[in-house]
């Protein structure tokens, strides 16, 4: 419960929060990101999408209708490339084992 208390729940879902197998579930989350870039040839940064470090990370309390409930803690490193999208699939296979 106390954990509850610095998550948040919204009618607005993103990354992890966002993945369609958790519709019909209460999701309690906190997510953020930190990217930085440096000049690189060839590459144009662009926000979320960091060539040095591009750290995205989410924490969540997933709560199903039948009573399933669990937390995850996950954070990426992935260059180049805006991972809200992999977090919203990682969200769906993590689902899949735990429901």
């Given at each position: 419960l106390?954990?509850?208390?610095?998550?948040?729940?919204?009618d607005?879902r993103?990354r992890?929060?966002?993945?369609?197998?958790?519709k019909?579930?209460?999701?309690?989350?906190k997510?953020?990101?930190l990217y930085q870039?440096?000049?690189?040839?060839?590459?144009?940064?662009?926000?979320?999408?960091?060539?040095?470090?591009?750290?995205?990370?989410?924490?969540?309390?997933v709560?199903?209708?039948?009573?399933t409930?669990?937390?995850?803690?996950?954070m990426?490193?992935?260059?180049?490339?805006?991972?809200?999208?992999?977090?919203?699939?990682?969200a769906g296979?993590i689902?899949?084992?735990?429901?």
């Amino acid at each position: 419960l106390e954990i509850k208390r610095l998550l948040y729940m919204t009618d607005r879902r993103i990354r992890y929060a966002s993945s369609a197998s958790l519709k019909e579930a209460a999701v309690y989350f906190k997510s953020g990101s930190l990217y930085q870039c440096k000049p690189e040839e060839g590459y144009t940064c662009a926000k979320y999408m960091g060539n040095v470090n591009n750290y995205m990370n989410s924490v969540c309390i997933v709560e199903h209708p039948d009573g399933t409930t669990y937390l995850v803690a996950l954070m990426s490193n992935v260059l180049k490339k805006n991972s809200a999208n992999d977090h919203n699939a990682l969200a769906g296979r993590i689902d899949k084992l735990m429901h």
